[in-house]
């Protein structure tokens, strides 16, 4: 990421809000130090920025968030992406979450179903030193099986089911994260391809997303 726009009192705020994500559960220090290298606030419009730091979910246009820090961290630890894992991320959204991806890995590809979103975050993950994502704009509740197989995707909107095709484009031993659930709240789930037609299902806190839409998500 470029350290332009990046003080020291941001890169402070980053560090403080790594010690209550630690506090709260978050023991991943990959993930951690992720969140710390990923300057929030530039991910935000300007009337937001100097809440970006807090632990909330802050609007981003088009009817999107950009989900609280301790959802990122608790979504990206149940991932657990190695530096050589082929990521798959539903819901580019902000590009934040990408942003703390590609922390981890530079492999990973990232599909957006609003074409102003995409557009919009195109522009500033490139500006921002963060264009080694693969970005596409289509409907991620379908995946992307051109690039599979995958061995983690992460699902950053609530979908009423495990959307079918995301299961057949984990590899063996691949992880599928995503919160499963109503339009109101959803328990997020962890699925890992353990055969060609086994799949072990972990069920785990909930949380508020916004719908993940497309042919299997809700409906747009």
């Known amino acids: 990421m470029s350290p332009l726009q990046d003080s020291y009192r941001h890169q402070g705020q980053r560090r403080a809000l790594a010690r209550e994500l630690r506090q709260r559960g978050i023991h991943d220090e990959r993930v951690l130090a992720a969140l710390q290298a990923v300057p929030r606030h530039l991910f935000f419009e300007a009337a937001f920025q100097a809440?970006?730091?807090?632990?909330?979910?802050?609007?981003?246009?088009?009817?999107?968030?950009?989900?609280?820090?301790?959802?990122?961290?608790?979504?990206?630890?149940?991932?657990?992406?190695?530096?050589?894992?082929?990521?798959?991320?539903?819901?580019?959204?902000?590009?934040?979450?990408?942003?703390?991806?590609?922390?981890?890995?530079?492999?990973?590809?990232?599909?957006?179903?609003?074409e102003v979103l995409f557009a919009r975050t195109r522009q500033r993950l490139a500006a921002l030193g963060a264009g080694g994502a693969h970005l596409h704009c289509g409907d991620g509740s379908v995946g992307l099986p051109a690039r599979a197989p995958f061995d983690g995707i992460l699902?950053?909107?609530?979908?009423?089911?495990?959307?079918?095709?995301?299961?057949?484009?984990?590899?063996?031993?691949?992880?599928?994260?995503?919160?499963?659930?109503?339009?109101?709240?959803?328990?997020?789930?962890?699925?890992?391809?353990?055969?060609?037609?086994?799949?072990?299902?972990?069920?785990?806190?909930?949380?508020?997303?916004?719908?993940l839409l497309g042919a299997s998500g809700w409906r747009s």
């Open 51 to 114: 809440h970006a730091y807090q632990d909330k979910a802050f609007p981003i246009g088009e009817g999107q968030t950009i989900s609280q820090p301790y959802t990122v961290a608790f979504q990206t630890q149940l991932l657990n992406a190695q530096p050589t894992d082929r990521v798959l991320e539903v819901g580019t959204g902000s590009g934040y979450q990408c942003a703390v991806l590609l922390q981890l890995t530079p492999h990973v590809e990232s599909i957006e179903f609003n």
């Open 155 to 211: 699902v950053t909107a609530g979908a009423p089911g495990l959307p079918p095709a995301l299961l057949r484009q984990l590899r063996v031993g691949g992880r599928l994260v995503i919160p499963v659930g109503d339009s109101q709240t959803q328990r997020m789930v962890r699925v890992t391809r353990e055969g060609p037609e086994a799949f072990v299902r972990e069920e785990f806190e909930e949380f508020r997303f916004v719908p």
